[in-house]
């Protein structure tokens, strides 16, 4: 083993503690959730930054020596890659998003071009009892829960595809119910690990947060995450005295994600309050109703999104498909009044500042 400086530090590793001196180690555990420092063997002109463990995005030049995190992931409107079989120091792999994930690229997207290629330097190691051991997510994870038997309310926020406004929407539903006296807490339960999402409903009044990435989940892809998802209600239910909590379901319904699993989960549902939709278009609110109807057995509270930036949507999802449609950025107040008719009075508001 030896030691080397690093540029930064991803995102996604920011739970093990490593810092800039990391202890580096030839042998590489190739499974997901496993620290790999890496170099980066080239630059490039879009989706080049790295989100780092300060919280800051740094473009990523040529030469920099950073920590990622072995994982898989599988976006429409983004890269698909795995983990490799075996990684051994001198391999080439790709940043397969801006947390900091590193895996093999199998598909690229024509709108962000080829995957950034990295080389393989070698696995991050830390101390644990006197002993140096690998550094790895699932040593810090939150603890999946089998059966939920209680939680405050739950809002679940939910979209048609990727970059559908279900972020901004849940920034604006928190703010709206603090304002009203609603302790809030908020979380991402599927999605590739990226903490900017949650850090910006944070500001907007979050009191406490979690994503899967905590649950020692490199991206919700192909994974049963209703116990962890579950483990995330629980720790939340019991770190704060909360109202309700707002959770941000990533990526689309339908897809690789999860969504379409926690949203036919039963114990979920059953604590669930309001259902907060994103969409782009009428076609997917369509067949999200659909869904809604026929799959989920529950009712959907608002529509939101680039579907309701003009009257023309939101008249004919109101009109002619019976539900409410608002837009995050133009009715947040009306969007909040909504939610808050569903849930019960704040338990303490006067604490609330």
């Known amino acids: 083993m030896n030691t080397t400086q690093v540029t930064y530090v991803s995102s996604t590793a920011a739970k093990t503690g490593l810092v800039r001196d990391v202890t580096i180690s030839d042998y590489i555990v190739a499974q997901e959730g496993y620290c790999i420092v890496v170099e980066a063997l080239e630059s490039k002109a879009v989706y080049n930054q790295i989100e780092c463990a300060d919280g800051e995005f740094r473009t990523i030049a040529k030469g920099d020596v950073f920590v990622g995190v072995l994982g898989e992931r599988r976006a429409l409107k983004g890269y698909s890659g795995v983990v490799p079989r075996v990684a051994l120091p001198g391999d080439t792999l790709n940043v397969l998003n801006m947390g900091g994930i590193i895996g093999n690229c199998v598909s690229d997207h024509p709108d962000l071009g080829p995957a ?10 830390v101390k644990k009892d006197d002993m140096w051991v690998h550094a790895r997510l699932q040593d810090h994870a939150l603890l999946p829960v089998d059966s939920l038997k209680e939680s405050v309310p739950l809002i679940f926020i939910s979209g048609t595809a990727m970059n559908t406004g279900k972020t901004w929407a849940a920034c604006e539903l928190v703010q709206r119910l603090t304002r009203k006296g609603y302790r809030v807490a908020a979380a991402k339960a599927t999605g590739a690990s990226l903490m ?3 850090q910006l409903i944070k ?16 991206c919700s892809t192909n994974k049963a995450m209703a116990p962890a998802v579950k483990g995330i209600i629980k720790h939340l239910n019991d770190t704060a005295q909360l109202d309700a909590i707002v959770i941000e379901l ?5 897809g690789y994600y999860g969504v379409d699993e926690l949203l ?15 969409a782009v278009d009428l076609a997917g609110v369509w067949a999200v109703q659909q869904l809604f109807k026929d799959r989920y057995h529950a009712e959907i509270t608002v529509v939101t999104g680039p579907v309701t930036d003009n009257g023309v949507g939101k008249q004919y999802i109101e009109q002619v498909m019976g539900i409410t449609a608002l837009n995050a950025r133009e009715d947040p107040n009306d969007m909040g009044d909504k939610v808050a008719s569903k849930l019960p009075p704040p338990k303490n508001p006067e604490a609330v500042a």
């Open 264 to 278: 036919q989960d039963k114990e979920l549902q059953k604590f669930a309050v309001a259902h907060v939709v994103a």
């Open 203 to 218: 500001r907007h009044g979050a009191v406490e947060i979690a994503t899967f990435t905590d649950t020692g989940v490199v």
């Open 250 to 254: 990533g990526d689309g319904i339908i």
């Open 116 to 125: 950034l290629k990295v080389k393989v330097i070698g696995a991050a190691m």
């Open 196 to 198: 900017r999402d949650v």
